[in-house]
């Protein structure tokens, strides 16, 4: 688990090569060419991911703290820097899949020299900061996880003959679900965030610990289904500008959306293309790959809205969601449907729920001196929060202080929708 | 003054009556051709500023409460609606440039049949949803009085002739304004936002009146000057990425800005473009038309940051600004420097204030049914808030909880900065 | 006319005089408003034709040959500047719209202070360059009276309003035309081109005179009627892109085109728009305002194909239309329908007829000297070569040799089709 | 040899199986993924190549012609239809480049199971029909297999480690080449264009074999080299648009060109990424990878042009080089320098030679019918010829006759320049 800190060196060691080994058995069902690619800017190739979690290491750890270090391939310190401006010019993004060099192999040959000697360094005696950043490095190797198995997914599920991304791939039973509840909280002054003392790891956007005022609210006691979405589709909710925000519809119409990302319609009947395959839609499993605008208008539609980030975090502390969830979702890297139970349900790890907050700063908060600073603050305009976890987050990478962030058009992610409304 | 509520029909007349006359003194200075250019799609023409305004009071009043109100001309319902796809499909916005016909004294005639419909309306006894309806009426046409003044700005300051708006206008004699100081606020759970029933009016994204928790805050006891800014450009500003959001150091690069707006740099010496024309940039003024990524990027750089529109809010209102304040920046329609005095200035009426937070709703939120519902809820998502008025706002129309919004990237609204801390 | 050499003094102030003031008189049916609007980039502003025609007489003449002319506003040097790079940057030409200022009227004043100086200079002895470059100048005029009725018709025909350009234009009477017939042309070795010494006047991009070879052709006897293009609409025309160039469909289908430019259709009827205002759609007219890539689909449809430049110059020749020819078309500003004749019609004033031709320099051509230099050659790519001048084109500036050249998309020239066929 | 008929089913067969080897032995030096690149859109992957010219005979000859063969997979002919809207919707262009499947090894077994069905069927009499689309087919092939190589070269040549394609290429000796002289021909009637009954084989944009009237011109003796291009860099030709067109000036504006393709300048020396990898810039080496617009400017800059398409095709005939030349470029997969003779040398094999022809139909020019109709005839709009063939170019593929076509822009296929002039 990544957000507990190792006591011990030979924990710290383990801990480090199996964040890294599950990094590449992600990898392992693809094929050389599936390495490679990057069907539109967002989307990176997997290759790139094996790259630049490993340039992280490289670059934050290695090359700054261990005097002998020998690097692995000068040329790619720009090659893999994502957006460190401060570490020089990256390589732009949209052009990441021309990268046909390195090979593949090339690149897990750089997995382990850098391996090699991250674990050299773990073995020894560690200074706080060294701690600090093998913690950064490897819950930012987890992000990667998430955000390999996204881009996978896009690569194979866009190609017309949309092959599965493995096989094995547990499927989740359908099932009816029950009629949506809701379950009531009482607002006032509560308090949110996390710190490094007290949650073992987190990221600096979720400091400082700090008070806000909440209104009395009611969340939803599950997500919403496919089915419910189905229906916002067939009563025209794709065609209705006044349930949409204004640069929504603008999207909407440019992008020509009229389903959830991976829905096709053949012959009359959805399917959904899942890392399983293709599919038929189950209606009974949350709906996934919305962005944040056609959540917002399904709230509308729906009569009700997308939660806040603190009424998220404030109900998912108030249902004992603290703590992690080894949520099972990662067997099928697939959200399931809810349990027949009234009380709030499925917080945590199947889909990321798109909060109506945009991605600020908490009041006091302070970015990481030099290039580490741009981890997360320089990000703090026109993305959305989203919450929870998904099904593709690592077991041990979530809780409920954890702020995910996406622009409001992003649908690739795993994000799904679950219903709020104000209490007159 | 719009947002105090006539009490009789007289007075109600004869505020109509002012209000609207007050548009078409703003355009008296104007030549024809100056009513017609749309430069870039943000800015709309003079001419469509008068005709929308009036088909606001057409489409929202006369055509719905008026019995046997004669519509002026059918085709305007299309043409001069903004953005309010539930009465059919607007004129697109980057085409009113293109819009040669109504003539100019053709819109003056369709203002004047609407008038007078409109006079003999509020003559008689009103609903109260009439009442409020004109309020919304006159709020809006004050609204527009402002973006004509942006955009008259934008149309004779970009071109290269640089002609003035209007002879006349005095000019804020430069003086040294002092050091910058700071006034400390306490936090803790403080009141917000506004009620029709306690203002008089107030738009509905003022409401509802509700409570949020502060932390202890300093705020700049005036606006940052064009001094202080011109340091941050000479000492690189405009080129160090590590000081800028990410999505604004990419809008800077495509957009080449290296100054604010109207700046213009002449053999080594800045100048700045001003209602009255082109002038020398005036050190202790106000600065006026940055983003707000230029915004931020100046307060991180200052060592501070921008304030909540919350933590804004809450200053005015402590310090008594509450009340409507006759600026009289109306008089330049160009901030002035701050006068020498410690306590918090410049608050109302000088230059919107970009604020840190989204625009978003407020917590319990409702827009209006119908049409009117896209008034301001729609838009409540990739903006940022801004506040205090400027000096092109309309006299009497500003309030403490007046919240205005723009993307961080517009630029042509005056739009200024004022610096706030936490306290650690 | 233009291209016939003043002999006397007088006479070329008077023939100066008369063309200066038929670009007047082409606006005078304008108001203020119409003067200004530039709806896409190609369409330049009236006020602009105005001003720039102005600056070409400045800038060529006056200001390179008369000693002590006094520039109007040195200002318009760059801001009325088409394209002739080797005299500084132009004002970027997607940006006249934005122009209030100068105003209509500084323009005229502009115009007379200009037109003096030319008469006082026209009185004198003149060398035989500025005899050359005062008949460039009156041609170039003429060019932009044509050019200035294309952007008028746009500008008036593409607002919802559909104004017409003024009154009192005469409309050719509806008639039935003969079934298409063609005449036969031998080909062989034929001469092309013009020289100045032979025509008098000509642009340099038709000389010099040199010999092609041509196959046996054959050439329609009148141009293809709105009735004609209708049928190829109606038979699926725009959509089967086996009839398309392969650029030409990914034209229609970016830019939705399913009929010419100006046409429209209300409950089922086409209508066209006309500088007389919108009117039923006449189909013994010839079809106007059609792209090269839709002529050419036409032409395949058809079972034909366009002509070469050559060819349809040589037709034009054997045909007597070398000389001037003082079309009538100019009293409708639209083409009337073809006379029931046989032999071939309609070759000159009635519309710009699309040729397969790509605008390529002739053998030997040789550009002037100096910024002259721009006028012609450096278009030569990308553009195909029209023939044969149109209702818009000024009386007396065409002539068989004559070559008029648009990129293959644009439309809102005054644009038609002649089909033509190879002999086996 | 392509263009040589097989006289029997033996030839045949082995005709078609060594061109087929050929492009497979083209791609054995590639990486797995290198194949699935597609750094532009104009670049295509490897892999789609392999499988598009497959694609080719399955659909041309085997699904048409063969009864009883089996598709390989039927989603294949929508993915690799490249341009064919008669048969359907190709999948998207652009798009090439995401498609990680079908995988490489897929592919050679697509090209197996296909070439398998070919010889069974090239082994049985074979009707005229047959024969001639199976030619088309294996000149198409040969088409493909320079684009591979021109592909290769893009998608390795813009990796910032600049891999070489293949260890082994031969590399011309630098040596200095002689100063430019000119060869001169009479011009005259003279015949052009190549029959199939004459040449064995010739594409359907050769034919018809027609006369053309050509003035007297001058044609240089050997390619412009990179020593020549370099002085016009060094004396501002990319800075001075009165050398350019119109269009290319603002290419070249909006590219940032400031060089050919592929050269680099590291610490103030150039040096040039070949197949070979990169290497200093050999000034005796035919200049490589312009485009139109360069080598339009360049030969201006020079006081010559570039010839047209029929006076390089009659130059070529008068030298003698209608027959295949059997280049030896290819061995080194770049140009050479020219030999030190004065007749004119380079026409074959070297670099692809620009022509100020646009690519246009020849007289009485006939696509065939059905799809194969859409081979040439629908680009034959806006694209520029090229004659002479490249280093590239397979050899037996190239031929006097022979017309490539490419956008003005276009600069990553093996394109140079050969200076032409008109006598007075």
Chains 1, 2, 3, 4 share one sequence.
């Not at 820097?81 to 060099?101: F, I, M, Q, V, W």
């Not at 798109?354 to 600073?373: E, F, I, K, N, Q």
Request: glycine share 8%.
């Amino acid at each position: 688990m990544a957000n507990r800190i190792p006591r011990t060196s030979g924990e710290f060691v383990q801990t480090y090569s199996s964040i890294r080994k599950r990094t590449q058995e992600l990898c392992q069902p693809l094929e050389t060419e599936d390495y490679c690619a990057q069907p539109i800017p967002e989307v990176s190739p997997p290759k790139w991911h094996l790259a630049h979690t490993t340039w992280f290491f490289e670059t934050f750890l290695l090359l700054d703290r261990v005097p002998n270090y020998r690097v692995f391939d000068e040329r790619y310190a720009a090659l893999f820097n994502s957006y460190y401006n401060t570490l020089g010019t990256p390589y732009p993004r949209p052009e990441r899949g021309a990268l046909t060099r390195p090979l593949v192999r090339e690149v897990y040959e750089y997995r382990n020299h850098v391996d090699q000697a991250m674990v050299e360094m773990l073995a020894k005696p560690l200074s706080a900061e060294t701690v600090d950043r093998t913690l950064l490095g490897l819950n930012h190797e987890q992000q990667h996880q998430e955000l390999l198995l996204m881009d996978v997914k896009f690569i194979l599920g866009k190609n017309p003959l949309r092959p599965q991304y493995r096989e094995g791939l547990s499927q989740s039973e359908c099932s009816r679900v029950n009629g949506l509840t809701y379950s009531g909280y009482e607002g006032g002054v509560v308090t949110v965030g996390a710190s490094p003392e007290e949650s073992g790891f987190c990221f600096d956007n979720e400091t400082p610990v700090h008070q806000v005022f909440l209104q009395p609210f009611e969340l939803a006691d599950r997500l919403t289904t496919n089915g419910e979405y189905l229906d916002f589709i067939r009563e025209g909710g794709y065609e209705k500008p006044d349930l949409w925000l204004a640069d929504g519809w603008n999207e909407k119409c440019q992008r020509g959306w009229n389903a959830p990302e991976y829905w096709n319609k053949t012959d009359g009947a959805w399917t959904e293309y899942t890392l399983a395959g293709e599919r038929q839609l189950d209606l009974s499993n949350p709906v996934l790959h919305v962005s944040l605008y056609e959540a917002d208008a399904f709230a509308r539609w729906a009569g009700g809205r997308l939660a806040t980030e603190f009424e998220w975090e404030h109900a998912a502390t108030c249902n004992g969601c603290a703590e992690n969830d080894d949520h099972n979702a990662s067997e099928f890297l697939h959200p399931s449907p809810a349990l027949s139970i009234q009380e709030p349900s499925q917080l945590i790890g199947e889909c990321w729920e798109w909060t109506s907050s945009s991605y600020a700063p908490y009041p006091g908060y302070r970015p990481a001196d030099g290039a580490l600073g741009e981890y997360n603050g320089k990000f703090m305009a026109n993305q959305f929060v989203l919450r929870g976890g998904s099904c593709g987050t690592p077991s041990g990478h979530i809780r409920s202080t954890y702020r995910n962030f996406f622009y409001p058009h992003d649908r690739w992610q795993f994000s799904g929708i679950r219903l709020a409304r104000s209490v007159d």
